[in-house]
């Protein structure tokens, strides 16, 4: 399949790496070397996604998800023309660990209320008590969020 994609996509540039990733800077995808699971394939279409759609960075974390579920729906295409099939199980259980990381990082530490980012500093603040916390950068990392008046961390 890499192969085809490459066809496909000469910009691109597809490299065995660690994990599936896409990196706009260098415009390559990686992917592990064990392709042999539909899942793999899957993932590496995933990824193809977000190079087609030209995604680069997101400032917010609902727009994360955004480029997420887009991603997928551009995958789903990529897979029709390829003759595969996507499982759509296997994509909304993708999106929800984007989802329940979402969830994690938007709920108030002081009265569990779900609210939204209210600017671009990875800060939320609650619609109901009015507190404010500040979560990583990082979409990688533990879930956490620090409290804007205390700065004390909040494990979740």
Partial sequence: MINELKKILPDIKFLPGERFAWSPGER????????????????????????VLGHTN??????????????WEK?????????LKINEEHIQLCLDSYRDWL?????????????IQNDLSNTYQCFNCHARWQVSPSRFCRAYRTRKESQEPVFI
């Fill in 103 to 115: 969830h994690r990082r938007s709920t108030c530490p002081s009265c569990a209320t779900s609210s």
């Fill in 58 to 71: 997101y400032k917010t974390d609902l727009e994360l998800l955004k480029m997420e579920v887009a991603a």
């Fill in 28 to 51: 390559q995808i990686t992917y592990p070397k064990d392709q042999e699971h539909d899942n793999s394939q899957w993932a590496l279409l995933h990824e193809t996604g977000h190079a």
């Fill in 75 to 83: 995958a789903k295409e990529l897979a029709k023309d390829l003759g």
